[in-house]
């Protein structure tokens, strides 16, 4: 009995590791299959990304924009010495002044793209490219661990991140290397921060902070950083406590310097004056601003590198859009305010996504005034991860409900590849646009036929000229002088064509003494008188406007030998002594 007993048992024993050993290994092929999966989806996203953005490959630098003062004429990223280093981190430098801006690691980032290829813009976009690409990652991995581990949510907000038409600016525009660097190293953050609630270990807490210091570094946007922490504190429903808001204090005061420091770079040309618009009108700009943004990420059409701030209408008020916009952000936010008091999923989804969406835009929508433009697509980058975060949740949600209401979920998800598909064609098209410095201001014109943007008709304008294209500069600088007759830089430009060009003397004067009534003290007007009167054989007139000139500008060699030359005509050999002596002496 005994003895059978013990066979009984050993039997017992030996029958249970088969089922034992396949439930490991069951447990180890879904583990294994699940990693596959999710590597699987990190790689299609980079590959996504790369091919959506390639043709910005082969285009070229806007130069007229940005590009000119960030890389083709900035020295500081000839230099990566250790000086050099620290000439770039110096804060209040001639180029921070420059730009209104301080970004000293993507300044860094622009040099080392200067030290490997020089001004081969390839190689800029190329990293801006990439640097997108593992952005899309970043967003992947972020939502997969807010979502605890949800595939769907992660793969929606990842694929419309990497392909979405209002990220053509950021990535495509060389300049805009500041979005797409700060972006990577905001949503590491709030990656490691997602870390750090797991298990409480203070060190990955300090990755966050000296993560959220990089970003700040590469654009001072990154400044919401600290609310959005909090925002994931309430969507992980962690316990109102002290400890809670003593761990965002050295967030919130890096935030506030960087702030201050901005608004202190910014705050003598890119901010408008207050007075230059009223509150009411601020308010509108903003709430148009959050409204547009909005509807723009479902539907991204006519997109523009600008957009104008509103005209008013011949009824002397504004267009009804701007109008309603703040009574529909007045529903949301009562909208959000009743959501706060639920606690069931969907009210806490939308919430963290209409907020993460809130936070990372307030700062652009213009209540207070930067710029010319009312909206801009790059300000949309980060913001639009919590839109694409309430997508996929919703999703995902209905999808593990009753098999009833399944098909929601994957009514969405369809909705949302297709979309994806139109999407991903629209960027690549877009990407396009942003070619060169004429395809990009062409764009922007086309989109606003009715409004009269002289600054960008002299951008383009400029451009035509530098390729000989005088026809076509030509009629541009017509353009604006028939939108503002006192614009004596466009008069100067017409005369210097009909001069220059097509050797029209008489018409070239014309413009050029118009340009001169308009405003005396124009340099180039001056000059160009000189040389022309100079061609007419009026060579005492030349002399009085190279002199005129020489009063505003002491330092131009050229100018120098041209009152040389003038003084020579006129048989004043030792006056043009003197001054092409003078010319000598300057380098």
């Not at 009995?1 to 030996?14: G, I, L, P, R, T």
């Not at 495509?172 to 990577?184: A, G, M, N, P, Q």
């Not at 030509?474 to 006192?486: F, G, P, R, V």
């Amino acid at each position: 009995m005994k003895s059978a007993y013990k066979n009984k048992k050993v039997e017992k024993k030996s029958n249970n590791k088969p089922l034992e050993n396949a439930k490991n290994k069951s447990n180890a092929s879904g583990l294994f299959k699940k990693k596959y999966q999710f590597y699987s989806v990190i790689l299609l996203l980079f590959i996504i990304s790369i091919v959506t953005f390639s043709p910005s490959l082969k285009n070229e630098f806007i130069d007229t924009w940005d590009d000119g003062v960030y890389v083709v004429n900035n020295q500081l990223l000839r230099d990566v010495s250790w000086q050099g280093i620290l000439n770039i981190f110096k804060f209040n430098d001639e180029f921070q002044r420059l730009t209104n801006n301080y970004h000293p690691i993507t300044t860094f980032s622009l040099a080392l793209n200067y030290q490997m290829s020089a001004l081969n813009p390839s190689s800029y976009h190329l990293t801006n490219v990439i640097t997108h690409g593992f952005n899309a990652i970043l967003v992947f991995i972020f939502i997969y661990f807010l979502s605890k581990k949800r595939i769907w949510p992660a793969i929606i907000a990842g694929l419309l991140f990497s392909i979405h038409p209002m990220h053509v600016e950021s990535v495509s525009w060389i300049s805009e290397r500041k979005d797409v660097l700060y972006t990577f190293f905001f949503i590491a953050g709030l990656i490691s921060y997602l870390k750090y609630l797991e298990d409480g270990k203070i060190w990955k807490l300090l990755i966050t902070l000296i993560l959220f210091i990089f970003s700040c570094l590469s654009k001072a946007m990154a400044v919401p950083f600290p609310f959005v922490l909090l925002l994931i504190d309430y969507f992980q429903r962690r316990k109102f406590s002290m400890k809670l808001i003593y761990e965002k204090i050295p967030f919130i005061v890096i935030a506030i310097i960087i702030g201050i420091m901005s608004v202190n770079l910014q705050s003598t040309t890119a901010i408008n004056k207050f007075e230059t618009f009223t509150l009411y009108q601020r308010i509108i700009h903003a709430s148009y601003g959050f409204i547009t943004y909005i509807f723009k990420f479902i539907n991204p059409s006519n997109l523009s590198a600008f957009y104008p701030y509103p005209s008013i209408t011949q009824t002397g008020q504004l267009p009804f859009i701007f109008r309603i916009s703040p009574y529909i952000c007045f529903i949301i936010a009562a909208l959000i305010i009743w959501l706060i008091t639920k606690k069931k999923e969907i009210p806490r989804i939308i919430v963290f996504g209409i907020l993460f969406y809130l936070f990372t835009i307030t700062l652009v929508l213009q209540f207070i005034s930067v710029g010319r433009a009312i909206i801009a697509d790059r300000y949309t980058y980060i913001p639009y991860i919590g839109l694409s975060f309430i997508v996929g949740m919703l999703a995902d949600y209905y999808i593990q409900k009753k098999s009833s209401d399944k098909y929601i979920g994957y009514s969405i998800i369809s909705i949302t590849l297709i979309l994806s598909i139109v999407f991903a064609f629209k960027t690549t098209e877009r990407t396009k646009v942003w070619k060169n410095n004429i395809s990009l201001w062409s764009n922007a014109i086309e989109h606003n036929p009715d409004v009269r943007l002289n600054f960008i008709y002299e951008k383009r304008a400029r451009t035509y000229l530098e390729k000989n294209l005088y026809e076509l500069a030509l009629k541009d600088y017509n353009t604006i002088a028939t939108n503002d007759i006192k614009d004596d830089n466009a008069m100067e430009r017409i005369g210097y064509i009909y001069g220059a060009y097509y050797n029209e003397l008489e018409k070239s004067i014309t413009y050029l003494e118009k340009a001169n009534k308009i405003n005396p003290k124009n340099l180039a007007v001056l000059k160009n008188l000189g040389v022309a009167m100079g061609m007419k054989g009026e060579h005492q007139n030349s002399l009085t406007y190279f002199l005129k000139a020489y009063e505003i500008n002491k330092t131009d060699s050229v100018l120098l030998q041209n009152i040389s030359s003038s003084y020579k005509y006129m048989g004043k050999m030792e006056e043009a002594s003197k001054y092409e002596q003078l010319a000598k002496t300057i380098k």
